[in-house]
């Protein structure tokens, strides 16, 4: 496992830099295999929520190839997924987790979101009822150019949000921002709404594992971590959580 060439404390959140994003994957992987293999020796059943974007191919690459994970014990979620794609479409995110994480390591339990175009809510119902079942243990996430967490951008992120799992307007930034990642050719192929499990439904997992390389995500990282933390920043917020591991190289974070 890679050393970090700094650490910082930052409110309640624990910070590691890397020296390149390669070196952040592999160890950020790495803390969180412990994790889950520590959490295995007290539980029966862990319950994860994996993020998917090209930001966390680094790190799900080192987690897929990590040997003693027990991923049949392993229940699986993701936190946000487009409201309107083909249900085989590459860009949707319960197809990038299933080409890049659970077709490999096949965990005991999948859990997809899958929001029909005519009737999201009833998603968005289903899934909250599947998370409220158990605890959240680890939840594995990454931040936008924007600073959202899932699909919580500035202007519908809500820190007091009383639902779990709602539909959002996605913004102009983060549209871009999938143009950006290579996903979408232009900013009118991406969807303009979406289903995400909301910041207090984030915040509720024990374990955060936040990955952040790349110079495109420079100033969402400066403001989520030496700004105010609001909802101008939806990860600002992450600084109040007790268990929150953040993860950057020295593009997204210059020493």
């Known amino acids: 496992m890679c050393n970090p060439i700094f650490t910082d404390k930052i409110d309640e959140l624990q910070l590691f830099v890397y020296t390149t994003r390669d070196d952040m994957g592999r160890s950020?992987?790495?803390?969180?295999?412990?994790?889950?293999?520590?959490?295995?020796?007290?539980?029966?059943?862990?319950?994860?929520?994996?993020?998917?974007?090209?930001?966390?191919?680094?790190?799900?690459?080192?987690?897929?190839?990590?040997k003693d994970i027990p991923w049949d014990r392993v229940d699986a979620f993701h936190m946000d997924e487009y409201i309107g794609l083909e249900n085989n479409a590459s860009q949707r995110f319960s197809n990038?987790?299933?080409?890049?994480?659970?077709?490999?390591?096949?965990?005991?339990?999948?859990?997809?979101?899958?929001?029909?175009i005519k009737e999201p809510k009833v998603e968005c119902e289903r899934y909250t009822q599947l998370l409220e079942e158990g605890t959240i243990d680890i939840?594995?996430?990454?931040?936008?150019?924007?600073g959202h967490i899932a699909f919580n951008d500035p202007p519908v992120a809500d820190f007091k949000d009383p639902q779990k799992v709602k539909i959002v307007e996605l913004d102009q930034m983060c549209r871009q921002q999938q143009v950006n990642d290579g996903c979408f050719k232009t900013i009118d192929d991406v969807p303009t709404h979406a289903v995400t499990l909301t910041i207090p439904?984030?915040?509720?997992?024990?374990?955060?594992?936040?990955?952040?390389?790349?110079?495109?995500?420079?100033?969402?990282?400066?403001?989520?971590?030496?700004?105010?933390?609001?909802t101008d920043c939806p990860a600002s917020i992450l600084r109040t959580h007790k268990k929150c591991k953040f993860y950057v190289d020295t593009n997204s974070f210059p020493l």
């Open 139 to 146: 939840i594995c996430l990454g931040i936008g150019e924007n």
């Open 28 to 66: 950020a992987a790495n803390q969180v295999a412990d994790c889950m293999k520590a959490l295995l020796e007290k539980k029966d059943i862990i319950r994860m929520v994996f993020a998917a974007a090209p930001s966390q191919s680094e790190f799900l690459s080192t987690l897929t190839r990590i």
């Open 201 to 230: 439904t984030m915040l509720s997992g024990d374990n955060l594992f936040c990955m952040v390389p790349g110079i495109n995500k420079r100033e969402a990282v400066k403001n989520a971590l030496r700004g105010h933390i609001t």
């Open 96 to 116: 990038f987790l299933k080409v890049n994480l659970f077709d490999i390591v096949k965990p005991r339990k999948v859990n997809l979101l899958t929001p029909n």
